[in-house]
């Protein structure tokens, strides 16, 4: 049992080095084209989702805080995974172990123990988080522990399957006159896999729910154009179109994608500002939670691990 835990001990040192220092293909903090920016406080985000879909794999979950995407504690590695599912039930026990024990440190850090008493992963938890801090901020990150399963294997698999839609997808967004770089949206939503449906009933490539899909496709008990690569895509192109003539930018309207054209409204209104930045701070609205702000962080993500795929297609 001392070598496996051993090697345990060494292959999550090994991963958190890869995270923190893998040299991306394109770096993160790169905009795409200027209508797509990549503010700041939004570099950390992207590069953490850009290594969830390129560097981790099915068999690795990766402890973060759920606010600060940058503050990473740790990786549960599970070897030889090859089913997703299977794979999140055996890392389980060693999950809710890792949580407990982090929350613990966070929670005796506010409760004024030195980090001197709790040992290495006590100090680096403190260093982390550039202590000393206000005890609420520790508290708050105490129960703010989320886990993040790889997406590797799906990205890969889901690049394979768009290279025979790409021409005529990428066709579609340019005649509707929306970024190229929209191409990646699939890779968040569904992995380009046709026949994906979500807990929600969203369905397809694009993943609409039935009542955004009725708006833009048929949608009845013999046919269904979700279950439509290219049907599909001529709707996304122009709910996207739709919702960048409404808000104004592509930031904007691609998060809306995600958390509706009226909630995005909301959201700029009660901020006061049409910034994304801004708005995934300091927006608390209703159903604005992890996925919707982290939507935009990701298409950016799936833009850098997708680029390869489109420059090759955008040369020819």
Avoid at 63 to 71: E, F, Q, T
Avoid at 141 to 149: E, H, K, M, P, T
Avoid at 218 to 238: G, H, L, M, Q, S
Avoid at 244 to 267: D, K, Q
Wanted: with cysteine.
């Amino acid at each position: 049992m001392r070598g496996i835990r051993c090697r345990a001990v060494l292959v999550t040192l090994l991963l958190l080095t890869a995270f923190f220092s893998l040299p991306l293909a394109a770096p993160a903090h790169e905009a795409p084209r200027p209508d797509l920016p990549v503010p700041p406080t939004l570099h950390a985000s992207v590069e953490f989702w850009t290594r969830i879909y390129s560097l981790f794999g099915m068999g690795d979950f990766v402890l973060h805080d759920r606010n600060n995407l940058s503050m990473v504690y740790d990786v549960v590695h599970i070897e030889g995974a090859t089913d997703e599912v299977r794979a999140a039930s055996a890392a389980r026990p060693e999950v809710e172990r890792r949580r407990e024990l982090y929350a613990q440190l966070l929670t005796s850090l506010a409760d004024g123990v030195s980090p001197d008493e709790l040992g290495s992963e006590g100090r680096w938890v403190s260093e982390a988080w550039g202590c000393p801090c206000p005890p609420e901020l520790l508290r708050h990150a105490a129960g703010n522990i989320r886990v993040q399963q790889g997406l590797r294997e799906k990205v890969e698999e889901g690049i394979r399957r768009a290279r025979k839609w790409l021409p005529r997808i990428l066709s579609i967004l340019r005649r509707h006159q929306v970024p190229e770089e929209l191409v990646a949206l699939p890779i968040v939503e569904s992995s380009f896999n046709p026949k994906a449906r979500s807990k929600a009933g969203a369905v397809g490539l694009w993943q609409f729910i039935k009542s955004t899909g009725k708006r833009y496709l048929t949608i009845t008990r013999r046919r269904d154009d979700r279950r439509d690569p290219i049907r599909a895509t001529e709707a996304a192109a122009k709910l996207l179109r739709h919702n960048y003539e409404v808000l104004g930018s592509w930031p904007l309207a691609i998060t809306a994608y995600n958390h509706g054209r009226e909630g995005m409204l909301a959201a700029r209104t009660a901020v006061g500002s049409d910034s994304i930045e801004e708005i995934v701070e300091h927006y608390t609205g209703p159903h604005f939670g992890f996925a919707s702000r982290n939507f935009y962080a990701e298409f950016l993500a799936a833009v850098e691990v997708t680029r390869p795929m489109l420059l090759e297609h955008t040369r020819r």
